[in-house]
């Protein structure tokens, strides 16, 4: 019954729920397929750029403390605009390689962000208003050549207003992830621009900066203002400085004043490959948030109504702090784990860092938080029982579900990968599909999984700096990991991260 319903719904679809389900795995029904290494993906773009701007790489030095930029904790004086130095070390800090290495010729490369199958199918944009040392236009972020490309003069100029004004704009190019992951790579591409975001949004703050996050805007506008091809990149989101509340949409009001046209990219049309699934659920989530009134249950994952045992989380201050610069700059996903005990302090400190996120968000940028349950199953970690718990709303607590144990079956659902079954800690990204759908519409689905990501890169970055391991996986059973957890039908388990001591950091 469901391969069937899959082979219909690949041809077409007419929401999320569909999408979603269209491209679950199901056991010994994945369709083989062998990666094309001569055409594999690069994570840049190339363009005849008007200007090129090499950035400025500064010296890494101690800074903010992580867990206070988690908490909105203000820094002793807040800037009001940005230099070329401080912009650099934003995007260092974002999206910077860390390391690069060289196999069947092709460069590999790691970030200060994790993305599916290492492709990093994610791109920036910057647009620049009156900023100190950079001219006026719109620019494409080379973070593997370390340069900014300035690929439009003055395009969103708003008249005499002279306001320091800055944004960024990640987009995600379908082919990158498609490659390995084919339909179901549009789940990858939002996961992965969730997490990119996150950590622009973190390395703002860290310059004294308060960004806003908005998802919310004319897809068709913004790819027409960066000359996107939308057959094969797509803006996601959209991060935004400045003095005042405007958005998206003000850039390019009443019309884009152009001094010419914005450059496009040199394509190697060798490479293209037409995924029309992925390029339909997009235009589904074209349409902007339509919120309409939604009750608790709608939002419930679970089949069942478990006993009120609820547990508190104590969250405390460390000393000394986590380093944000250290931990962003030394990310890297480990999922080498061994079976040690986790330290209560370290787990509780995990679940903050995951649950921060839902604090002092504007609303307009929470909406699928209601539809978001972070879900976590504990093994040998001190002061809990091992099982299977939700954390709280306002994440204060956690709600004891049942006990365990989960993790080798996880690890069976998560395609057989056992390393998560050595985990000490994995979080679980669940969400009620069809009341997400009821109430936000197509695109509720494409908030949903970059708040996942967004949650989940600070998840990382925690465990980076408290020495541990931690990995994402996006590959799993779908039926299988609803029938594990004991979800209802309108529910799914979409997304995992595993945390704990790993070999070789001094457990």
Known sequence: MLRKKRLRMNNRVSSSVEYHWAT??????IRPHSLDFGHYPKPFKTYGALKRIPLIKGEISPGRDLM????????????QSLGFPALSRVLYRSYGVTREEKARGIRFFSRTVPSAGGLYPCQIYLMSRHMEGLETGVYYCHMIQE???????DGFSLGRDQTFDLSF??????????????ERAFRYLLLDSGHLVENLNLALRAEGLSPRVDDDFE????????????????????VHVNGKASGPEEKCQPAPDFSGPCLKAIEDESVAVSYPLLRRIHELGKARVGTRAHDAESAGVLAFEPEDRRVSLDFEALNPPLDYERAVLSRRSKRNFFPARLD??????????????YKGQPEDSARAFPFLALGVLFQNVEGF????????GEGGSLRFIREGPFHEPLARVCLDQQWISRAAVNFLFMANLTGLENALGPRGYRLLLMDAGRMAQRIYLAATGLSLGCCGVGALYDEEARTLLDLNPDSALFYAVSAGPVKGSGF
């Open 344 to 357: 209560r302090k370290k787990a509780v400190l995990l679940l903050e860092s995951a649950s921060s996120l």
């Open 219 to 238: 897809d068709d506008r913004i790819s027409a203002l960066l000359a996107l091809d939308q057959d094969k990149e797509v803006p996601l989101a959209w």
């Open 24 to 29: 679950a795995h199901v056991r010994n029904r």
């Open 385 to 392: 029982d091992d099982g299977f718990y939700i954390v709280s």
């Open 68 to 79: 206070g930029l988690f908490r909105g904790e203000e820094p002793a004086e807040s800037e």
């Open 147 to 153: 340069s900014l490309d300035l690929i439009h003069r």
């Open 169 to 182: 704009v990640v987009t995600g190019i379908f082919f990158n992830s498609a490659w390995k992951y084919r």
